[in-house]
């Protein structure tokens, strides 16, 4: 495993470092360097020990962490301050060039998350929140497909929230919530943070990927999303979307801050859908590695032992 998913840390409140001076003078771009863009490009972002583990080595920091300034300092790259923690990069505008250029296309045909906001190369500027959230779902991607290479098998079709926010206009759903006193009917959209598939030598499975960082409330906020799935399911609505035959269904995973905290979102489903508890799936930060697809560390609704995924 590369690296460990622990519980966000606090932001502190810190001055920021002034960015380095921008240079108009491209560098050399190394093969290396290429693989370094595609990996942003493909993740959106990205923090400098991951890259450091993927393409420099571990004990390589000095390396990562000056070539990783250059990239910034010449456009390719730009990075993300993170008061209190070590910067996140993500592809600016030059580096989508090269890689563009690289792949025989022009610069203005690859899209990329960010296009647009950085041509000023002004600091990125997001909430730390949608940073660490961000960085969570890279990681998360990461590791699912680490895990099924060992596996042997393939996860395909990925898709984050940001390829699927523009479906929060059309993939809606009416659901009924439940309170004390009453009971109110919504629209809601299907937001889940990933979506995506995964092929063995016994079929092909989909799966929607929620990663609760633990910074809301379980009763409503599952209430929600678990009666959301289950509509979307019931609905055909699923089926349609993603071109599968009528009986398909669909998991949820749920990545967890805690085993603690796992127990409580697969009890919410349990309760609010008894019939359906089995789509969903919650495990923690701290059992999530390599193994994830085929180890047993996976809480089901409906069942009382831990279930491995294939």
Do not use: C
């Not at 003078?25 to 360097?33: A, G």
């Not at 937001?191 to 809301?216: H, M, N, Q, S, W």
């Amino acid at each position: 495993m590369l690296f460990q998913l622990d519980q966000a840390h606090e932001w502190k409140r810190s001055k920021p470092k002034q960015p380095a001076a921008r240079s108009q003078v491209p560098i050399r771009i190394s093969k290396r360097d290429l693989q370094v863009l595609d990996f942003l490009h493909r993740y959106r972002i990205s923090d400098r020990p991951v890259i450091q583990s993927l393409f420099f080595g571990v004990k390589n920091t000095r390396w990562t962490v000056g070539r990783m300034k250059d990239l910034y300092v010449h456009g390719y790259i730009e990075r993300i301050i993170r008061p209190g923690q070590k910067p996140a990069y993500r592809l600016a505008t030059r580096g989508a060039q090269m890689l563009a250029e690289s792949r025989g296309m022009t610069g203005e045909t690859i899209a990329y998350w960010g296009r647009g906001d950085d041509k000023d190369w002004h600091p990125t500027r997001l909430s730390p929140q949608s940073v660490d959230h961000m960085l969570l779902g890279a990681k998360l991607r990461l590791i699912f497909e680490q895990a099924s290479e060992k596996a042997r098998a393939v996860v395909s079709d990925w898709k984050d929230q940001y390829d699927l926010q523009p479906t929060w206009k059309t993939e809606r759903v009416e659901i009924k919530l439940e309170s004390k006193d009453k009971h109110t009917w919504e629209e809601v959209p299907v937001t889940p943070d990933a979506a995506f598939a995964i092929t063995t030598d016994k079929g092909k499975g989909y799966f929607f990927l929620e990663a609760d960082r633990g910074t809301e409330r379980n009763g409503r906020t599952w209430q929600r999303k678990v009666k959301t799935y289950v509509e979307y399911l019931n609905s055909g609505k699923f089926h349609k979307k993603y071109e599968t035959g009528s009986n398909a269904k669909f998991r949820v995973l749920i990545a967890a801050p805690s085993v603690k905290r796992a127990v409580n979102i697969i009890n919410t489903a349990t309760k609010f859908a008894p019939q359906a508890a089995e789509l969903f799936l919650a495990t923690a930060f701290s059992q999530i590695n390599d193994d994830l697809l085929t180890v047993p560390v996976w809480v089901r609704g409906g069942h009382t032992a831990p279930q491995a995924l294939l």
